[in-house]
């Protein structure tokens, strides 16, 4: 009887164990079933670092010759307009002129003044961007010296986007991480670790229609936070 009685101490106190063991085995599988889905947002204005820009004009007549020759006196005025500026020689191309014969485009209905029409296009891509914005007003300056210049919308883009990835990463993911929190604590809960995370999709935009040159970079990630009692 005696030898018994330690043995049911020690099968008592296993029971206990046991039980103390399916307990928190259970309250784990319970609580890594507790998981809150947030979504964390960054954005950040910055300014454009590389523009595109291009500008054409016409000149008619009946002779190609001297056509070419007025098309490449005024391409040197306009290069040198888009230099003084601070327009590098390097960031002007002077494409091919295209030329259009008028006498055959049909359905005309009286004849054309001058069979040719020349189109030059210069197009300018660069990381001057003052510099452009303010060609954007003086280009038409360039009339008095007999050039009429159409100039096209001047696209502004912002290149640097991997040298402010790491940061807005973090940022998103740590307001992410507050949403969670605040839902922690009204589901009165505590906020457990990350489970899964997603960087989602970096957009880069005008800030608006106005200020193109000034864009705004936004990236929204998702994470998955564990909830524990």
């Known amino acids: 009887m005696k030898n018994r009685i330690p043995e049911a101490i020690i099968l008592a106190v296993a029971v206990v164990i046991f ?30 670092d590389k523009v595109f820009w291009g500008l054409n004009f016409n000149e008619l007549g009946d002779d190609i010759p001297t056509i070419y020759k007025k098309i490449s006196e005024k391409n040197s005025v306009v290069k040198e307009f888009l230099k003084k500026y601070g327009i590098q020689d390097s960031e002007i191309t002077v494409n091919a002129p295209d030329v259009t014969d008028n006498e055959e485009i049909v359905y005309r209905e009286k004849a054309p003044k001058f069979r040719y029409t020349v189109s030059s296009y210069i197009s300018i891509a660069s990381t001057n961007i003052e510099a452009v914005r303010k060609l954007q007003t003086a280009i038409a300056e360039l009339v008095s010296q007999g050039i009429t210049v159409r100039a096209n919308y001047a696209d502004f883009q912002f290149t640097g986007l991997n040298t402010v990835k790491p940061k807005m990463i973090e940022d998103a993911t740590h307001n992410a991480r507050e949403v969670a929190e605040k839902f922690a604590k009204d589901s009165e809960s505590k906020l457990g670790k990350i489970r899964s995370a997603s960087q989602g999709y970096f957009s880069i935009d005008d800030r608006d229609q106005n200020t193109p040159y000034i864009k705004k970079v936004r990236v929204v990630t998702t994470v998955d936070f564990s909830l524990e009692d």
């Not at 085995?25 to 609580?31: A, D, I, Q, S, Y």
């Open 19 to 48: 039980g103390a063991c399916i307990y928190c085995g259970m309250k784990k599988m319970v609580n890594r079933d507790r998981v809150v889905h947030v979504r964390g947002l960054a954005e950040i204005e910055v300014p454009a």
